[in-house]
């Protein structure tokens, strides 16, 4: 399985951006493509993930209201729009690909099997 992450860049406190990430071999439709994100000095964190078989989505309560999923099925594409952007929502934001994922373990980065490249998102005040 191979993900694509693309769609960063940089805008100021308010502003909107849509990340886009494409996954390339799920040899499963029972499968989650979550958002993580990482700034600088902390760990890596959970943001929002999508259950492909049936289009259940999760997210972090920092992101809840502000960040919303949608995917193209037939492109294998999840988008995560991000709107009411603040600074802090600055970090490398990754998709990645996890399987067998259920509502206790789905925000645990160390569950997911495969990582895109991130891609960096910049909030400016």
């Known amino acids: 399985v191979q993900l694509q992450a693309s769609g960063g860049g940089s805008v100021q406190a308010g502003g909107s951006l849509r990340l886009s990430c494409v996954a390339s071999?799920?040899?499963?439709?029972?499968?989650?493509l979550g958002w993580f994100r990482q700034a600088p000095g902390k760990e890596r964190e959970f943001a929002a993930a999508?259950?492909?078989?049936?289009?259940?989505?999760f997210y972090a309560d920092s992101v809840k209201g502000r960040f919303s999923l949608s995917r193209e099925n037939a492109k294998n594409t999840v988008h995560l729009q991000m709107n009411n952007l603040r600074p802090d929502d600055t970090a490398v934001y990754y998709c990645?690909?996890?399987?067998?994922?259920?509502?206790?373990?789905?925000?645990?980065?160390?569950?997911?099997?495969?990582w895109g490249q991130g891609t960096q998102v910049t909030v400016s005040s």
């Open positions: 071999g799920p040899p499963s439709r029972d499968y989650v």
């Open positions: 999508l259950r492909w078989n049936n289009g259940g989505t």
């Open positions: 990645a690909y996890g399987r067998g994922l259920i509502a206790s373990t789905i925000r645990s980065p160390d569950r997911y099997l495969y």
